[in-house]
């Protein structure tokens, strides 16, 4: 049972534009949620949070969304570059004192 | 990345044979975390430690052991392996438990 999706395995994005990545969930229990990026051979980092009492946060041209009602979650990369090609994963838990579940990931391709 | 190292980096093995992953931390986190990534899965659980000697399972325990002796070292182990177990293996470690998990750098394992 995924319990975190990321229903689009892939992205393709010109340099400049706005790179959208949707993350979906059914637990209503999750109330704390983050993205990761992963480059090929290499861990995944972390690169935004957000907490259910928020409905947006922001960081640089990094930008999460949370909309609680619809349990969807967004993540916005304005302007994308080259070096934002990776594998995003969202990721969420009960609290912060809490396992992560994370979603399938999506593959970002930003495009000269 | 600093602060966590797994080791090997790669390994091909036997189906039968068990095999243990290494990760070392040098951040004296609490937290410890043993995922697998594989395609259409994202990054699934398999086990996890709260302290010494203090582990539980995650969402994709079986067939796998772990141990920790000592807080700077998380071992996960095959006990005998088979094909479905091939697969890249992320270690992580984390101050609070799903609070900003911080990655290795991974194990890619091959079991033929």
């Known amino acids: 049972d995924q319990q975190v999706k990321q229903n689009s395995p892939s992205l393709s994005v010109q340099e400049g534009r706005i790179s959208i990545l949707n993350c979906d969930y059914t637990?209503?229990?999750?109330?704390?949620f983050l993205w990761y990026k992963k480059y090929p051979a290499e861990g995944p980092t972390f690169l935004i949070s957000?907490?259910?009492?928020?409905d947006k946060n922001e960081d640089g041209r990094f930008t999460v969304f949370l909309n609680k009602s619809a349990k969807h979650l967004s993540l916005h990369i304005v302007p994308s570059q080259p070096g934002d090609s990776a594998v995003y994963f969202c990721?969420?838990?009960?609290?912060?004192?809490?396992?992560?579940?994370f979603g399938t990931g999506t593959r970002l391709q930003v495009t000269l | 990345d600093a602060g966590i190292t797994q080791s090997p980096r790669h390994k091909v093995t036997e189906t039968g044979t068990p095999v243990t992953l290494r990760c070392h931390q040098t951040?004296?986190?609490?937290?410890m975390y043993w995922y697998r990534q594989d395609p259409g899965h994202g990054l699934r659980l398999i086990h996890y430690?709260?302290?010494?000697?203090?582990?539980d399972k995650g969402e994709v325990s079986d067939g796998y052991s772990v141990s920790r002796s000592k807080t700077e070292d998380f071992l996960l182990t095959l006990e005998s392996a088979t094909s479905s177990q091939t697969s890249v293996y992320f270690c992580?470690?984390?101050?609070?438990?799903?609070?900003?998990?911080?990655f290795g750098s991974g194990t890619r394992l091959t079991v033929v």
């Open positions: 992580a470690i984390s101050a609070r438990s799903g609070y900003g998990y911080t």
């Open positions: 637990n209503s229990m999750f109330d704390y």
């Open positions: 957000i907490s259910s009492i928020k």
């Open positions: 990721a969420a838990s009960r609290g912060t004192a809490s396992k992560l579940t």
């Open positions: 951040e004296n986190h609490r937290y």
């Open positions: 430690s709260y302290g010494v000697k203090d582990t």
